[in-house]
């Protein structure tokens, strides 16, 4: 008689957990949109484990509610509860269980962090299009004093080997869009070596390979996409690259994520997708000139709020209003 | 086994026969193992206010999106000291010094720690850690987060970056030299009686803890001498535009502190493994799963430290290898806490607040540890990496993972270190206080992350001001949260109920003396003659002859 209702109850309560947990983890509504090729795939992921953590945390916080309530020790109750050590076949299946559970999401992590492109930057073909047209960019930046503008040449002289670089489907093959991107305090600079212009905002077109070479002029700084689900930190010294493909036209931000100074959190701009034919009209427009949106304002904001050296600034205005390196 | 007299050997400058500590004794290079372990807990909760208020100050900042109340130089300055002290100054103190000095000689049956000395020594290095890092305020305070990774740190406020360099060389050094005493304490000095597997599995911890301190420390040691040296001396060790690499520094930090999360919860998972079963008048499940998986988690532990940088320079094997490798953390520590719950089941469990707050960090531990399993892997990580959503997870593990087991210890052996009980009801209203305040505060914070709020800004994007605003009155619940607990502890240390050589019917060794205990803990050694953790199993024997009932 106690047998049968015991595990009736458990079987309902394994069914509702499980109905609960696969509805948390599809409704739950805490990602932003998707933009890139790679976020449903860090999105799904995100789902699975989700749900298999809402199961378990049921699970578990259910048997301490239940266990609290019904095993307290009510008014006037003495002694001692069953003296039960261990249960061997019990402690084997809870060890059991969760190490499949990683192993599980240890492979899958592998799969998609390789169809993500995790797995491949520095892919070759690219490099030789690529590197030495930005390496010398850079070298006529070399005579510049700063330390700063030393770095930046390191990283651009060798090709990344770090970051998300081509996903399977492009892999061996030269991105659509190169596009050098340097982080300083507070802000980012991208420069389009194939077109000259040089902006404080990034734009590509959709659904087109792009891969950005990341590099630090001063500190750590961590470009971040949220709705990309991108995010590669730009190391002084260290070249890293970002490759994707956008997949929405839109205006997304770009977010610094590596602690950088006082103004860190006002390190912000946005990335703005365009369908191919606004991003040809924009790059006609800007060809040659470099249109920097960001540095007025970058201006202002540096000297009035962030306590910026004006040399700083005037360096960041140089670059941007005259991208053509002799001048430099 | 006559090293379980070594200590009566030592010849102690001690008063003749105290009954008790007088208050001037804990401000004094005292060796006794409970006076060092009193110092130590008082000395960090100091640190707590202390860094709770900067926390506070914080979040009256994040209140809304705008940089108006604090300059974003001096937010960065709290960001920064507020999470050293929390680590370095709080929670391992407390545990590992506090709880562990004071514990580990009384449950092995010993008269005091190894070398005496060398234990008033090491917690003598914590306060002027602490006033360091108090007076480089004065130099515009450290701003590159407790992380400090150049060229951040060697370019900002250089000062105080040094001082709180030197903070954390003598902090690492009290616990190298703590760990040391620890081991060589239990190895050596329990009682004869006991067997090691009868050992109370705080200790087990505490061995665990303190081989893994041994190990780590030193290269966190080494890794901030060269910054040190490269802020101040012209060394270009991770200046890159000279020679050096910024990733070197984040692998050798990351070396240690990784594990330095397992530093401050293993001693913790040991309190909740003494506080459960005496409650819950159980015998602790799995007793032999319990202690092998400190050791497990402290060996793979050593082999994570890479899940921090999966965003930095890291190589895509290394993503790959460390993946797996923090995945599989996972498993001991699951084992610990499905151990814990089934050493609930058919007991009968007393609600008093050390069982609450043993309970309520069950609750909290397992949804940090499950962000923490989505957090190690790869894919996951690089989307909220650096984000509110690690914020929310490590807080869920030490704020509910490790200070409401620090709470939970202390309501437990309170009575044991001062004969008086602490007051049950305000210690239902602490709890009940925390566990809303730390909810309120840092469960929102997973949905800032991921929906793209980067962590350790003073100011932010807009749309996250509602969100942003649940958080800071979560604060103010946890800052009032305090006010119940300090006046229990002061109203009771002086006029509480007398609590009795053991008030909880505990089996550990420590329950066997006076409380508080004499000052070579006892006038006869005592000698073990059942296990730690024998609940109810007198009675089962008994019960055929008689009623008998253990209970006081
Ligand atoms: C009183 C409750 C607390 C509140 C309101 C609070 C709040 C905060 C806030 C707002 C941050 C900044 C997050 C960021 O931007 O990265 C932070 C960081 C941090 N907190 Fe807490 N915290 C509390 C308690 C604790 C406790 C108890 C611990 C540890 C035992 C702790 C450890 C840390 C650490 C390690 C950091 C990171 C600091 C850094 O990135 O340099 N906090 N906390
Ligand atoms: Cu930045
Ligand atoms: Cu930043």
Redesign the interface.
């Given at each position: 008689m106690e047998q049968i209702p015991a595990s009736i109850w458990t079987l309902t309560a394994g069914v509702v957990v499980t109905l609960i947990s696969f509805w948390v983890g599809h409704h739950h509504g805490l990602l932003p949109e998707q933009a890139s090729e790679q976020a449903p795939l860090v999105d799904n992921f995100f789902d699975i484990m989700l749900t298999i953590g809402t199961a378990l945390f049921l699970v578990v916080q259910g048997a301490i509610i239940l266990f609290v309530i019904r095993y307290r020790r009510r008014a006037g109750e003495e002694g001692d509860g069953l003296p039960v050590e261990g249960n061997l076949p019990l402690e084997a299946f809870w060890t059991a269980i969760p190490a499949l559970i990683v192993i599980f999401l240890g492979i899958y992590s592998v799969d998609i962090f390789q169809r993500m492109g995790g797995l491949n930057p520095g892919d070759h073909a690219m490099h030789s299009m690529h590197a030495p047209k930005s390496g010398m960019a850079v070298v006529a930046q070399a005579p510049s004093k700063t330390t700063s503008d030393a770095t930046a040449l390191l990283a651009a002289a060798q090709p990344p080997e770090i970051g998300i670089g081509a996903s399977p489907d492009v892999q061996g093959k030269a991105p659509d869009l190169v596009v050098d991107v340097a982080g300083m305090q507070y802000a980012w600079i991208f420069t389009y070596p194939d077109s000259g212009i040089v902006s404080g905002e990034l734009h590509i077109p959709v659904g087109k390979d792009v891969q950005l070479n990341l590099s630090a002029r001063d500190v750590i700084h961590s470009f971040w996409v949220p709705q990309f689900r991108l995010k590669q930190d730009a190391i002084p010294g260290v070249p890293t690259e970002l490759r994707f493909k956008a997949t929405k036209v839109g205006t997304y931000p770009v977010v610094c994520a590596e602690l950088c100074g006082g103004y860190h959190g006002a390190m912000r701009t946005q990335v703005i997708v365009h369908t191919p034919e606004d991003f040809e009209t924009w790059r006609r427009q800007n060809q040659g000139i470099a249109t920097a949106p960001v540095i007025p304002s970058l201006r202002d904001r540096h000297i009035h709020e962030m306590g910026v050296t004006a040399e700083l600034v005037a360096q960041v205005e140089a670059i941007a209003h005259d991208p053509s390196p002799e001048k430099l | 086994m006559a090293q379980a007299q070594l200590p009566l050997d030592t010849p102690l400058s001690l008063p003749e026969h105290p009954k008790a500590w007088k208050w001037y004794d804990y401000f004094t290079f005292n060796v006794d193992h409970k006076v060092i372990g009193i110092q130590y807990l008082v000395t960090a909760f100091i640190f707590y206010l202390i860094g709770g208020l900067m926390a506070v100050a914080m979040r009256t900042e994040l209140a809304t999106a705008d940089?108006d109340f604090l300059?974003?130089?001096l937010?960065?300055a709290f960001l920064t000291n507020h999470g050293t002290i929390m680590i370095f100054l709080w929670v391992v103190p407390a545990a590992i010094g506090g709880f562990g000095n004071y514990l580990v000689p009384l449950m092995i049956g010993a008269r005091d720690m190894a070398f005496p000395r060398l234990n008033a020594l090491a917690f003598w290095l914590n306060p002027p850690a602490g006033a360091l890092l108090l007076a480089s305020f004065l130099f515009g305070g450290a701003?590159?987060?407790w992380t400090s990774?150049p060229?951040?740190s060697t370019?900002?406020a250089t000062t105080a970056q040094s001082m709180w360099i030197l903070a954390i060389i003598l902090v690492g050094t009290s616990s190298i030299l703590g760990s040391v005493n620890f081991i060589v304490t239990i190895w050596k000095m329990k009682v004869p009686s006991m067997r090691w597997n009868q050992l109370p599995l705080f200790c087990w911890a505490m061995l665990a803890t303190s081989l893994l301190a041994l190990v780590s420390t030193p290269v966190l040691a080494a890794g901030l001498i060269l910054l040190l040296f490269d802020i101040n001396f012209g060394t270009s060790f991770y200046k890159?535009?000279a020679g050096?690499?910024?990733?070197i520094y984040q692998h050798l930090f990351w070396f240690y502190s990784h594990p330095a999360v397992y530093l401050m919860i293993l001693p913790i998972f040991g309190i909740m493994s003494e506080v459960i079963p005496v409650h819950?008048?159980?015998?602790?499940?799995?007793?032999?799963?319990i202690a092998y998986s400190s050791l497990a988690i402290c060996c793979v532990g050593l082999f994570v430290w890479v899940h921090h940088m999966f965003?930095?320079?890291?190589?895509?094997w290394m993503?790959?290898f460390f993946?797996?490798s923090t995945?599989?953390v996972?498993?001991p520590t699951?084992?610990k806490?499905?151990?814990w719950?089934?050493t609930?089941?058919?007991?009968?469990?007393?609600?008093n607040s050390a069982m609450l707050f043993a309970?309520g960090l069950?609750?909290m531990f397992?949804?940090g540890g499950?962000?923490g399993?989505?957090l190690g892997?790869?894919?996951?990580d690089?989307?909220v990496?650096?984000?509110y959503y690690v914020v929310a997870h490590f807080h869920y593990v030490l704020f509910g993972g490790s200070v409401f087991g620090l709470y939970a210890g202390i309501y437990h052996w309170f009575p044991k270190m001062t004969g008086r009980l602490l007051d049950e009801r305000l210690g239902i209203l602490h709890f009940v206080l925390t566990l809303i305040g730390t909810n309120l505060t840092f469960l929102p914070m997973?949905?800032l992350g991921?929906?793209?709020m980067?962590?350790?800004?003073?100011?932010?994007?807009p749309q996250f001001e509602p969100v942003n605003l649940i958080c800071t009155i979560g604060a103010f619940v946890l800052a009032f949260s305090i006010i119940p607990f300090l006046i229990n502890i002061i109203w009771s240390w002086n006029k509480g109920k007398i609590a009795g050589d053991n008030p909880w019917g505990g089996l550990t060794l420590e329950w066997t003396t006076s409380s508080p205990p004499l000052i070579e803990n006892w006038e006869v050694l005592p000698v073990v003659t059942k296990g730690p953790?024998?609940?109810?199993?007198e009675?089962?024997q008994e019960s055929t002859d008689e009623d008998h009932?253990?209970?006081e």
């Open positions: - | 940089s300059d974003p130089n937010y960065n701003q590159a987060g990774y060229p951040l370019m900002t890159p535009d050096g690499n910024v990733v819950a008048r159980k015998p602790i499940f799995g007793y032999q799963a965003t930095s320079g890291t190589p895509p993503r790959m993946t797996i995945l599989i996972a498993v699951g084992v806490i499905f151990s719950v089934a609930l089941w058919g007991g009968k469990i007393r609600l309970i069950m609750s397992v949804l499950l962000s399993v989505t892997t790869a894919p996951v690089i989307h990496h650096d984000t997973h949905e991921l929906k793209g980067p962590r350790r800004v003073a100011m932010y994007d953790y024998d609940y109810g199993i009675r089962r009932d253990e209970e």
